[in-house]
């Protein structure tokens, strides 16, 4: 089954700093990915996805991920990271209905 | 377009009481699912409709729970009794995914309803 793993539960960068939040897939097919973000007492909200038209993928807010087959990694990266992106952040697969994994609270400190 | 409306924001009832959670999906959209998320296990798949046919159920967690789309423009998810570890945030999406879309069809998520058991 399509599943995604996250590491780190808690990232905290510095204003200004490079984000990198970490997202590894398991399946033997082409993936469906993506990569949500939830603000506090809100619905997620889709940053960016994988449509396999190319393996770096820019999103909304200055975010952009790099689909990597032979580390079947979807990392998510912005080169420098702002206070307004303090928030949780979902990588997800689409196989039987979308399937998240565990999440990683970012925290930006000034 | 509204995006998906879920109704109530929040809900506190006492345990063993009956509750019923609302969504309408996106107009026009196919597949609706029903999320739960807590900081213990995160955001589960409860459920996913596929053209008001449930296709994949097996993330109720219970009997307790049942979910229902009597249509293309509304969803419920009942929890009869309701017990204090169903507290969490329950949110509903919706998309176009289905036979004929493209498998990276993204999910439009609700506000979500927190459910408060006591």
């Known amino acids: 089954a399509q599943s995604v793993t996250q590491l780190g539960s808690h990232v905290s960068v510095s204003e200004g700093a490079l984000v990198l939040l970490r997202c590894n897939y398991s399946?033997?097919?082409?993936?469906?990915l993506f990569w949500y973000v939830q603000y506090p007492n809100q619905g997620l909200q889709l940053l960016l996805k994988y449509t396999s038209a190319a393996t770096l993928v820019k999103g909304i807010n200055g975010f952009e991920a790099e689909f990597k087959k032979s580390e079947t990694s979807f990392h998510l990266t912005k080169p420098s990271a702002h206070m307004s992106d303090a928030a949780e952040y979902f990588c997800a697969a689409q196989g039987a209905g979308m399937r998240f994994g565990a999440g990683t609270r970012l925290t930006v400190k000034p | 377009d509204a995006g998906v409306i879920q109704s109530p924001r929040h809900e506190v009832t006492e345990m063993g009481q009956e509750v019923t959670l609302r969504c309408k999906p996106i107009s026009g959209h196919n597949s609706l699912f029903w999320y739960r998320q807590t900081m213990m296990r995160g955001l589960e798949l409860l459920i996913y409709?596929?053209?008001?046919?449930?296709?994949?159920d097996s993330g109720m967690p219970e009997d307790r729970f049942s979910a229902k789309m009597p249509n293309a423009s509304f969803s419920t998810l009942k929890i009869q009794p309701s017990e204090p570890r169903d507290s969490a945030v329950y949110f509903c999406?919706?998309?176009?995914?289905?036979?004929?879309?493209?498998?990276?069809?993204?999910?439009?998520f609700g506000q979500g309803t927190r459910l408060t058991v006591v």
């Open positions: 999406a919706s998309s176009l995914l289905g036979q004929n879309s493209p498998r990276d069809t993204e999910a439009f």
């Open positions: 409709f596929n053209n008001n046919v449930p296709i994949d």
């Open positions: 399946s033997s097919v082409p993936p469906y």
